[in-house]
């Protein structure tokens, strides 16, 4: 993937996220890095998000082993309550789709078979009130 797409694309993100109330930040660095860093993550209420963000033309996308076990690997540093996505922005269909991951291992992503951010933002908000 070309990096200005994905620069652009993580960007977008946190915006998207921003405005639905989250506070969203993107880390800029290379997917070499060593550190277990995701693309972007956010917080809302006592929850963390962290996302693996891809875009693509295609229906369908594969995501190594090493770019989930980032992601993770980040959320076990922290005590609160976290998820980790992968987060595409499928562009031939105009939509972002989200799949959340539990386990470090590759994984294949279709289009269609994601959860849209309307159902992120409500587990998420729902989680939030929960802690008030």
Known sequence: MNKDI?????RELVKILSSMGYRAVRIP???S???PLPDV????GGTLLAFEVKSTWEPK???REIQIRKILDFLSMFTMEGHA???VKF???KKWEFFEVLNPSSIEVKVGNGIDLSSLS???RFNAEELI
Do not use: C, D, M, W
């Not at 994905?6 to 993580?10: K, L, Q, S, T, V």
């Not at 993550?41 to 809302?44: D, G, H, L, N, Y």
């Open 61 to 63: 996308l594969k995501i």
């Open 122 to 124: 409500h587990i998420q």
């Open 91 to 93: 562009k031939s269909f």
């Open 6 to 10: 994905g620069r652009n694309a993580e």
């Open 41 to 44: 993550f956010a917080t809302f």
């Open 33 to 35: 890095s060593p550190n």
């Open 29 to 31: 660095t290379s997917n």
């Open 85 to 87: 996505y992968v987060a």
